[in-house]
């Protein structure tokens, strides 16, 4: 079976070939194309998939709708393996929206909103103010419960690069610092990765994209995440849905901007410490 599964996907795989997989997202069925070299992780990718799985029940606020790792990387994945997935997209949904209708002049509120706590966080950072690195790692730390000093040292976000109508883009870079054991003369390792984080509007519902990538590969990121989110927008260019609420009714009155912009800096932050996490526990078991 693995073997057929493997030729089908190079199949898949040969130029001009587009795939695009239809999604339930809050009772909503959405079509998501898969991002260009990239393959759609499934249960037959077994460590992989199980490392998905992780991510989603440790993430308390939100749910994994799909991940996708690099075409290069599936064959080893069908394999059982758990490559290094140092190029990765995922797609999330918050578990507390996903259920609600709203139309786009609540995103467009939304979406000011949002901004502008990026650009504060920015400010705060810049005047290096170690409270918003406290509130992270606070945040990290009553999410997860995990067996290991790993901690994030550093997250450094950009000003938005890319905004339309429909979506808003942040980059930001993230340093995990895995702490030596007491006594060590070696200096702590540390794992500098870069990640560009959307959150978009379709069809009435609100959509986190995630894209991660080593250091080096900031603008890849950035045009990789406008390129998937494009092509989203594109499959689902349908006539907006129609909310029974009243035209004034904003169902994200209790959602600011500075909600969304913290969990998707926080989010951002978390996947990258768990991936940290599980190739440690790898290496150690190997």
């Known amino acids: 079976m693995k073997q057929l599964l493997i030729c089908l ?3 898949a795989c040969l130029p001009g070939i587009v795939a695009a997989e239809p999604f339930q997202v809050g009772g909503k069925r959405l079509e998501i194309p898969t991002p260009d070299g990239f393959v759609l992780v499934t249960p037959e990718m077994e460590q992989v998939y199980l490392y998905g799985e992780y991510l989603n ?30 190029r990765k997209f995922i797609l999330k949904v918050n578990r507390n929206l996903q259920r609600k209708v709203i139309n786009h002049t609540n995103f467009l509120e939304l979406k000011k909103a949002t901004r502008r706590e990026y650009q504060q966080t920015i400010r705060e950072i810049k005047a290096k103010d170690p409270q918003i690195y406290q509130r992270l790692n606070k945040g990290v730390q009553e999410q997860f419960d995990l067996e ?12 938005p690069h890319y905004e339309s109508s429909h979506a808003l883009a942040v980059s930001m870079f993230l340093t995990i610092t895995d702490p030596l054991e007491e006594g060590a003369d070696a200096e702590a390792e540390e794992d500098i990765s870069t990640a560009t984080a959307t959150v978009m509007y379709v069809q009435g519902q609100l959509l986190f994209l995630f894209c991660y990538a080593p250091q080096e590969d900031l603008e890849w990121t950035r045009t990789a995440s406008r390129a998937w989110t494009e092509a989203i927008l594109a499959a689902n260019d349908k006539p907006p849905l129609v909310s029974s609420n009243p035209p004034d009714f ?5 959602d600011t901007g500075d909600d969304i912009a913290k969990w998707v800096l926080i989010i951002a ?3 990258v410490v768990l991936a940290i996490f599980v190739k440690k526990n790898r290496i150690q078991t190997d």
Do not use: C, M, W
Not at 59 to 76: F, G
Not at 148 to 156: F, H, M, N, P, R
């Open 9 to 11: 996907l190079v199949l």
């Open 57 to 86: 029940a440790s993430d308390t606020l939100n749910e994994n709708v799909a991940t996708y790792i690099s075409r290069t990387e599936a064959p080893a994945a069908l394999k059982g393996e758990l490559p290094d997935l140092k």
């Open 148 to 159: 290991t000093a790993i901690e994030v040292s550093k997250l450094v976000p950009f000003e």
């Open 250 to 254: 904003n169902p994200l009155q209790h």
């Open 269 to 271: 932050a978390i996947l």
